[in-house]
């Protein structure tokens, strides 16, 4: 499963979905082999919470909507969606 590092804690990520800019749809994987467009076709997501799992699109097109959670002592801690988008915003600079 994918994870981010923040504040020396592993988060887990436990949804995988973007929103399209362009069409306001959510789109979301749930599974390794649930692959979608959203209806605009701009962008795309596929892989669920799987290593590998990718997003398809220009990241001016994208709002993230994943989620990440690191379980403590059975409680859940949530990662914030600012931290989230940041993961992503480097993530996609580098490979640029």
Known sequence: MPTI???GVKYTQVRHAISCKKCNEVIESK???DF???SCGTIGIDGGTEDGNRIL???D???IRCVYCHIN???KIWLSPEVVEEH???LFN???
């Open 88 to 90: 992503f915003a480097r």
């Open 5 to 7: 590092m923040y504040g």
């Open 73 to 75: 002592k059975g409680r």
């Open 31 to 33: 599974n390794q082999h």
């Open 61 to 63: 097109d994208i709002e």
């Open 57 to 59: 699109g220009r990241l």
């Open 36 to 38: 979608k467009f959203c």
């Open 94 to 96: 580098t490979v640029r």
